[in-house]
């Protein structure tokens, strides 16, 4: 990756000085009772610091959400620390409760094997997800290599589902210190600064994110990922 160097910048933006220290992976996906194994920080400055709040509430209820069926520390969450927000902000439950559905799910041989929630996720949602997990790309970046991500890459992100399962077979390292909570397995070209990275949410929500060179990441532009899960 070259030589490190200590940064005077924020991570994220890359353009401010650093004036404070933030935690990489949203201390609000973690319940009260979770002992956190692997705080992962970075140095940031204080617009940043505080400019992703509103998107990472939006984030979290998205997770807990499309979690509970699977993960206890979600279901924690959700009637606790989600719960809270839910009386100040009740406009957002309202909006995510639109986007899901139940749905009968089937083998492959027509077995029924119960109902799914399904979730939908419109594209200005989308785009506050896309925010938090480019914050959460940025200062994983940071954390592997000492290195700010250069501001002339840009970052794409995809819902992973059963089509994008293999992508996980690619990653050379993994980190699964609190995988049940969240845990994260990358990839990076050698003397290069573009990577792939994927993040797993309560054991069950996965999501794929290249960072490269705009030019680069042309043939995904293109393409027609799904959003629904």
């Not at 996906?29 to 709040?53: D, Q, R």
Request: aromatic share 14%; net charge positive.
């Amino acid at each position: 990756m070259g030589k490190k160097t200590k940064t005077t910048e924020c991570v994220y933006c890359g353009e401010r000085k650093e004036t404070t220290t933030d935690h990489v992976i949203s201390k609000n996906l973690f319940p009260s009772s979770y002992k956190k194994k692997n705080v992962i920080t970075a140095p940031c400055c204080e617009k940043c610091n505080k400019g992703f709040s509103l998107d990472e509430e939006y984030f979290r209820f998205f997770l807990c959400g499309a979690g509970l069926e699977h993960s206890q520390h979600a279901d924690e969450l959700f009637f606790t620390k989600v719960k809270r927000c839910v009386q100040r902000r009740p406009q957002i439950v309202s909006k995510l409760l639109n986007q899901m559905d139940l749905i009968d799910v089937y083998t492959e041989s027509g077995i029924y094997m119960g109902k799914k929630t399904r979730f939908f996720i419109p594209d200005e949602d989308w785009k506050r997800y896309c925010n938090v997990l480019t914050k959460y790309v940025k200062g994983l970046f940071f954390h592997e290599f000492k290195q700010i991500l250069p501001l002339s890459h840009v970052i794409r992100h995809f819902l992973g589902d059963e089509k994008m399962i293999e992508v996980t077979r690619y990653v050379k390292k993994w980190n699964w210190d609190d995988k049940d909570i969240f845990a994260y397995g990358y990839n990076c070209w050698p003397n290069r600064y573009a990577s792939a990275w994927v993040t797993i949410f309560y054991d069950s929500i996965f999501f794929v994110s290249v960072a490269a060179p705009e030019q680069h990441l042309e043939p995904l532009n293109k393409s027609k990922l799904s959003k629904e899960t």
